[in-house]
């Protein structure tokens, strides 16, 4: 492999490097999880900048969520300096934020537009009834602007205007995208649009980690890559960094039934000879499930440190664990109530978040409300946030009002921690503030320093590593997911088995999958078989934790009673 030569790229392996050096021109970056796509993409945006004079101003890069800009963008600082400041990092909608704001005037907005909030569109909703066209008028006449929007009305601009599609193209020269395999048709034509067939796009990601269809993503746009730009150039990095041997292993034979790479390659770089299995327990119930994770967080957290001190790795077995290395992954919101109940009675602190958008949480549309229509609110926004929150819950409690957003006061003090942290990062920036919370996930408000066990959805997990990852409810029905009286399409349990692979791939050191014999499931209590997932996965990389007998309360530790 030819050298580059420059410390720059000196962090990176033989392929990573050839994908952060690759000259101009389409690039298409096949990446498995955990094989450093954002160390890739961080590092060739730096060589490029920093070798071959690129303007950083020419730079734009686009990922899925604001905590992954987040991520880019600090990284970034580290490689480039004070210089990355002029990479333009943003999320589609973001983006499209931008754009908009940019053009408002062509496309008939006031320059201080807003994006409807909850409020705003329930009220159109109820005046307009099932009209499209009057919905959409009724918010132009307040200025307001639907989330949906924010990559539709830039695009139309775009569409019928060459001569802004130039100015784009002039300003943003190279284009680098994550996870390119969740785009969808909006988002793939805005990208064409500001990126000619011969230009300068790199497009990052892994098909086998599309898990967004239900919401337009199309994996196809990924696949056919190479005949929408001609001449693309194609890298593939297959070193996975990031789980253990059997963990890895167990990850590639489960998406082996329906992987879109050919030849899918995962090579571990970490060897370490004694990690250890898969762990995987069977539990009665939901009940039980949920105190084999705290009796595991216990024993985990409170167990005796024992850190290979050369490498800093762990050796052999997991120590100096901290609740933040901890993440609890399932396939349904509604199956964390039971782990959280549990850890929080173990007086373990959690945080949990899912893929939905933030300002669909109880209480955060209430707060969001508050903050724009009570200007006597003052201090930092963390303290307005705080004291909406105190507002807002004195008027829930009060029964005669009819407070907007129809959320309990639980609910407020619970949407006013997920804000605080956003708050923080946004200093006194009211605007942006609610530009990120009315286009954010939930998981974008995931604070990954906070000293808590992480419960997530699986698709919020996307792109995130944790030390340890428990990953409950692996049953027929739940993964893949059976709605009453529907059989999914044999292209719905591949999405289902990608999402199984994308949680599995989410753990470092050790991995623990559990489920149940029965659960409560549409309205009844079922009965269960584990996930057929799980079959494909040869039997020697488990673990079998507990005896064959679940445990019976009696034989619970006393800290859960
Ligand atoms: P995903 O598909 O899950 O989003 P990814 O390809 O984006 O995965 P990263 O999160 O970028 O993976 O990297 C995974 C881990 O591997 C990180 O902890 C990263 O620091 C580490 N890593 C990546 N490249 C290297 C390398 N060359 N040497 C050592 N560690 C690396
Ligand atoms: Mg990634």
Known sequence: MEEVGTGLLDRLDAMQRVAASAPGGPLLIVAGPGTGKTRTLTHRIAYLCAELNVYPEHCLAITFTRRAAEELRSRLDGLLGPVAEDVTVATFHSLGLALLRENAKAAGLPPDFRIADDTDRAQARAEAGDDEAAYTDLLRAQDLVDLDELVTLPLALLRDDAELVERYRDRWRWIFVDEYQDVDADQYELL???????????????????????????????????????????????????????????????????????????????????????????????????????????????????????????????????????????????????????????????????????????????????????NGLGGSLAARVRLAGQVL????????????????????????????????????????????????????????????????????????????????????????????????????????RRLFFVGLTRAQDRLYVSHTARRLRHGGERECRPTPFLDVIDSALFERIGDTEPRRPKDRQLRLL
């Open 192 to 374: 064409r649009l500001l990126s000619p067939p011969d230009g300068n796009l790199c497009a990052i990601g892994d098909p086998d980690q599309a898990i967004y269809s239900f919401r337009g993503a199309d994996v196809g746009y990924f696949l056919r890559f190479s005949e929408d730009f001609q001449e693309a150039r194609l890298v593939r990095l297959n070193r996975n960094y990031r789980s253990a041997a059997p963990i890895l292993a167990a990850a590639v034979q489960a998406i082996a039934p329906s992987s879109l790479v050919r030849g899918r390659r995962l090579d571990p770089a970490r060897l370490d000879p004694e990690a250890p299995l898969v762990g995987r327990y069977a539990a009665a119930g939901v009940t039980d499930e949920a105190n084999f994770v705290v009796r595991t967080v216990d024993e985990l957290v409170g167990g005796v440190s024992h850190r290979s001190l050369d490498s800093g790795r762990i050796d052999g077995r997991v120590s100096n664990v901290s609740f933040s290395d901890i993440a609890v992954l399932y396939r349904t919101d509604a199956q964390a109530a039971p782990i959280v109940d549990a850890l929080s009675r173990a007086g373990v602190p959690v945080q949990k978040r899912s893929h939905d958008r933030l300002r669909d949480r109880a209480g955060v549309a209430a707060i969001i409300h508050e903050l724009r229509h009570e």
């Open 393 to 496: 819950a004195q008027r829930f409690t009060a029964p005669t009002l009819d407070a907007s957003g129809a959320a309990s006061p639980e609910d407020v003090w619970s949407a006013v921690e997920l804000l605080t942290p956003l708050a923080q990062r946004c200093g006194d920036d009211l605007p942006e503030f609610l530009a990120q919370v009315t286009t954010g996930a939930e998981v974008d408000a995931l604070d990954p320093r906070a000293e808590a066990v992480t419960l997530l959805t699986l698709h919020a997990a996307k792109g995130l590593e944790f030390p340890v990852v428990f990953m409950v409810g692996c049953e027929d029905g739940l993964l893949p997911m059976r709605w009453p009286g529907a059989t999914p399409s044999d292209d719905e349990v591949a999405e289902e």
